[in-house]
């Protein structure tokens, strides 16, 4: 991951670099560091850590220079200290970098030949290395070149030189890298929300490209070092929030903002005079479409597959799933009556994106569900579906989580329809339904004070399972995800159908287990798995939807019961108890909730 920004100005940079940083802290937050020119020097400083120990431990004043370039680390090669810190630099070149240089081993063991001193555990240092060397035999752009085509794997770089006072160098492969346009200066960032503060005015680099930033000029150039012309795209410049408000943690206000972001996605999509779902601009006709593979990592794949259930149920397509990392080195078989569709909050996870890609290269039909509209894997889809959620700044996805799998399900009910499939009444009912969801979350997230002292035993506990069948499954696996992201305890999700072909030796008395059984059509089955660990010793926290019907079950520690709907729409307000558990359970323990051990918002490396 890693996020960098370079600003090139007729005043002094630092302030607005660590502003950045601060927005940037998002793609990693184990150490961050400033280079600046000024004097003919390289000023360097880095912190283990936050950017706010950096700026603790630094005063800015030290760091004069209208030049500079700044990076917050997720660590990749080398331990999260201050030597492995970004910047790196020689002795002329100081540079930042995202990204994984794949045969950093042996250009290091080459440059070390030839007399290059190493400092730190990173890949990155052998970038700072090759360009000091090839700019002994080259010129500027020269050099670049030959370096970029020297380096494996993936990267966007930003680099200062202390002998060229007025320019920065940005390079792209694979990693995100945008340049900004600025008032008597110009910026480069790992995106465009680092930049916006300061610009609305974006431009993308694409792989192989690279750039030369001036306070008053910009010039790019392909992979042969060729000059290119590249468009300027002026961004919304829609106000949205990025403070926590009143809330102690970003993650606890998004989890209270869902009946908002849930009311905005229905309004995007739902025409409520003539009770229908708009979906404009689609760009295929419904016959070219009889299967669809939905693809996403982490969350946003828990999505795709909650996401299969209702296209199931509601269409005769087939549906496939796939985790991006696998998919992407997989032999696909690419069918062209299928549709692709790609979901991720950021719309920058690299695995996702790299599958997109291969998609592309194939000539798919691909569609983005995305958070972020300007992201790349929205700019690189032929189709856009967004969730409109606003901002999610906590690590732990919440809100987006339900904004996907509202904008997936009303895809699957819109195509259902579309192919006669759902008889009208049908449809209609559903998304009469859908409008009063925000509602029913609202009424849910009344549910705090039982959580609170439940998430007590969970943090006690040595480990946990989750489980759930048919709508509820994929809601178990979300919910031992938060769990362990957040509070660090081992949580285990699981179809409670399997529970007895393995994993019920795990259960021992006293284990917490969670247990979704709302009442569906599955609602049966489940309780009498439940009963199967209860007989265990297993402290089960039944979650069900509140009914006249009592459950029929002894010996159940705790039962939470969230608002009744239809069976498809369930799966939305089962969560709601399972995000304020993982945010109750790390609080407890004084957990960095928004910021959770090893983790980052984006995952740009793969
Ligand atoms: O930005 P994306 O939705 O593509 O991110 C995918 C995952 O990295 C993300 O959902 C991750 O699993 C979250 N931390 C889960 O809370």
């Given amino acids: ?46 912190s283990e850590g936050r950017v706010e120990n950096l700026e603790k431990n630094f005063d800015l004043k030290v760091l004069s220079g209208n030049i500079g370039i700044g990076h917050v680390r997720w660590a990749t090669h080398g331990v999260p200290n201050s030597i492995n810190a970004h910047p790196h630099s020689s002795e002329n070149v100081s540079v930042v970098h995202n990204g994984i240089i794949e045969n950093s081993t042996l250009l290091k063991k080459h440059l070390t030949n030839q007399g290059h001193k190493f400092k730190s555990q990173t890949d990155t240092e052998v970038i700072v290395h090759l360009i000091t060397e090839n700019l002994k035999s080259f010129e500027l752009q020269e050099a670049i070149t030959k370096t970029l085509k020297q380096l494996h794997g993936s990267f966007a770089l930003g680099v200062i ?72 795209l002026e961004l919304t410049s829609k106000e949205e929030s990025y403070d926590k408000g009143d809330f102690k943690h970003f993650m606890a206000k998004e989890i209270e903002e869902q009946p908002v972001t849930l009311k905005t996605g229905i309004k995007e999509y739902i025409n409520n005079i003539n009770n229908d779902i708009n979906i404009y601009n689609f760009p ?32 005769s397509l087939d549906v496939n799933i796939d985790i991006a990392s696998e998919f992407r080195y997989r032999k696909n078989r690419f069918k062209s009556d299928t549709l692709y569709v790609f979901v991720s909050q950021s719309g920058e996870t690299a695995d996702t994106y790299a599958a997109l890609d291969i998609c592309n290269k194939n000539k798919m039909k691909t569609c983005a569900v995305v958070n972020v509209i300007e992201s790349s894997i929205a700019r690189d889809s032929n189709f856009v579906l967004p969730i409109h959620c606003g901002p999610e700044i906590g690590v732990a996805s919440t809100k987006a989580f339900l904004g996907q799998i509202l904008v997936l399900y009303i895809l699957a009910i819109k195509l259902g329809s579309l192919r006669n499939e759902i008889e009208n009444k049908v449809y209609q009912d559903k998304i009469k339904d859908l409008k009063n969801l925000p509602t029913l979350i609202e009424k849910t997230l009344l549910i705090d004070n039982d959580i609170q002292s439940i998430a007590s035993t969970f943090n006690e506990a040595k480990g946990s399972m989750f489980l759930g069948r048919g709508f509820s499954y994929p809601i178990a696996l979300e919910g031992a995800l938060k769990l362990k992201e957040l509070s660090y305890v081992h949580a285990e999700g699981y179809p409670a159908g399997e529970m007895k072909h393995g994993p019920l030796a795990l259960i021992e008395e006293g284990m917490p287990v969670v247990v979704l059984a709302p009442r569906d059509s599955y609602y049966k089955k489940t309780i009498s798995n439940m009963q199967e660990v209860v007989a265990r010793g297993a402290k089960v926290l039944l979650i069900t939807n509140k009914s006249t019907d009592e459950v029929l079950s002894e010996n159940i520690w705790e039962t939470i019961e969230v608002e009744s709907t239809n069976d498809d729409l369930l799966p939305f307000l089962l969560t709601i108890p399972l995000q304020k558990l993982a945010y109750y359970s790390a609080l407890k323990k004084g957990y960095d909730i928004d910021k959770p051990r090893n983790l980052a918002k984006s995952v740009t490396v793969e």
């Fill in 284 to 315: 295929w006709k419904i016959e070219e479409i009889n299967s669809i593979t939905l693809i996403g990592c982490g969350t946003a794949y828990h999505s795709c597959l909650m996401a299969k259930y209702w296209f199931e149920e509601l269409t």
């Fill in 161 to 232: 030189f202390k002998d060229k006072p007025d320019l920065i160098v940005g390079a792209r492969r694979g990693s995100p890298l945008a340049v900004g346009y600025g008032p008597n200066e110009n910026y480069l960032g790992s995106d465009s929300y680092a930049l916006k503060s300061m610009t609305n005015k974006i431009t993308y680099l694409e792989d192989g490209e690279f750039c030369i930033i001036k306070k008053d000029e910009v010039n790019f150039f392909n992979n042969k070092g060729k000059k290119i012309n590249k468009k300027i």
């Fill in 1 to 46: 991951m890693c996020g960098i920004i370079g600003i090139s100005s007729n005043k002094p940079v630092s302030a607005n670099i660590m502003n950045s940083l601060k927005k940037l802290e998002y793609r990693g937050y184990d150490s961050a560091g400033i280079a600046t020119l000024s004097d003919g020097n390289i000023n360097e400083v880095k």
